[in-house]
């Protein structure tokens, strides 16, 4: 009766053997054993599979490439034209800034470049007239240096207005802020009417194609590292697992954790994740061709673990040796105890008395 009971409770569909069918139990003069019927989610296979391990990480992800756009020019802005979560390309105009007073001296310092490029013209006409006339004895050398000394001045001046004006221009041009890499406007700190200074920041672009995981690791663990091996790791928000290889590993321990820092390259074309989200997952520093089963197919209610495996159509408890879990799959090495290709029984199947008759579904698999 308490087998009975223990059966029912895991809700395990009990039916008798077919009609004629003769048990090998009762031909010995033993109670007839009840056949047990589970189904095919409640089953797996031991199969040889690749497993890997390694030291566990965690941390944060954070933009490989990120840009903190500051103002070049003083004064108040004009309009803005990204907002916060918005892709812009490189080159795109995030914001203007109010230019009266710039274009008031641009326009001077152009104004004085034409001046002196007249002045340059007069000058050079004159010198060339002086030295015709000194060439032939009709002027004083002393004039002719004259001459000779105003065109080299307004050389020079012309060369310091050409400057002013390039300086004009280019404060001019800063008075347009442009993004200077493609990405997403991460943080926009300046509103139309805001009146900034030279260095303030205004926006900041982060480039998602491309993440990067800041994760810590044991400091014991250090020598098993190398860069460009795989990290596997999972992100809070998310049901999958990503993939990333270590790019960099710092060279100090930090002293208050005694961990070392590691950066993982994480591809992100389709720019999935973004940049603040938690992860944790391993380094798989080790990879090995073993047989293995769900960890959830291990029974570890005992002092040793123990699988429920099909043999001859009866449940059977074999206790087992465990290696290396890989945590990214969820499978535990079977070191001992179990063959390749041996069925297991999973979730509430492994509830089934040893010596018990199943059979999966409608297929008896004795057979």
Excluded at 72 to 82: D, L, S, W
Excluded at 155 to 175: F, H, N, V
Excluded at 186 to 203: I, N, P, T, W, Y
Excluded at 330 to 345: M, R, W
Aim: aromatic share 2%; proline share 4%; hydrophobic share 40%.
């Amino acid at each position: 009766m308490k087998q009975i009971r223990y059966l029912a409770a895991l809700t395990l569909v009990v039916s008798a053997c077919k009609d004629g069918e003769a048990d090998p139990a009762s031909e010995t003069g033993m109670a007839e054993v009840p056949t047990v019927t589970v189904g095919r989610e409640n089953i797996t296979l031991a199969q040889v599979t690749e497993l890997r391990s390694g030291p566990a990480i965690s941390g944060s992800l954070q933009p490989r490439t990120e840009a903190r756009v500051r103002a070049e020019i003083g004064g108040p802005v004009q309009r803005t034209f990204a907002e916060e979560g918005q892709r812009v390309r490189r080159g795109a105009v995030l914001a203007r800034l109010d230019d009266t007073a710039v274009r008031d001296g641009y326009l001077s310092a152009k104004s004085a470049v034409r001046s002196a490029e007249s002045s340059l013209q007069n000058a050079q006409r004159n010198q060339e007239r002086s030295s015709r006339l000194a060439k032939a004895g009709a002027l004083p050398e002393r004039d002719l240096e004259t001459a000779q000394l105003n065109a080299t001045n307004a050389e020079g001046m012309l060369a310091d207005a050409r400057a002013r004006l390039a300086s004009a221009e280019k404060q001019l041009a800063q008075t347009v802020v442009r993004a200077p890499i493609s990405g997403a406007v991460s943080e926009r700190e300046a509103d139309a009417g805001d009146v900034v200074q030279v260095g303030a920041e205004l926006f900041r672009i982060v480039d998602l194609g491309s993440l990067r995981l800041e994760a810590s690791v044991p400091a014991a663990e250090i020598d098993r590292l190398r860069a460009g091996m795989p990290v596997e790791f999972e992100v809070s928000g998310y049901e999958r697992r990503f993939t990333g290889r270590i790019e960099r590993i710092n060279p100090s321990v930090d002293r208050a954790t005694g961990q070392v820092r590691i950066y993982v390259a994480i591809p992100n074309e389709r720019q999935s994740l973004v940049a603040g989200l938690f992860a944790e997952g391993r380094v798989a520093t080790d990879a090995r061709k073993a047989i293995g089963v769900p960890l959830a197919a291990v029974d570890q209610r005992g002092t040793a673990p123990l699988l429920h495996v099909i043999k001859g159509g009866r449940v059977k408890h074999l206790p087992v040796r465990l290696g290396v879990r890989d945590e990214s799959t969820d499978l535990v090495e079977i070191a001992s105890g179990v063959a390749a290709g041996d069925t297991v029984l999973l979730g509430s199947a492994q509830g089934v008395l040893e010596g018990a008759k199943v059979r999966v579904g409608e297929e008896d698999v004795s057979r």
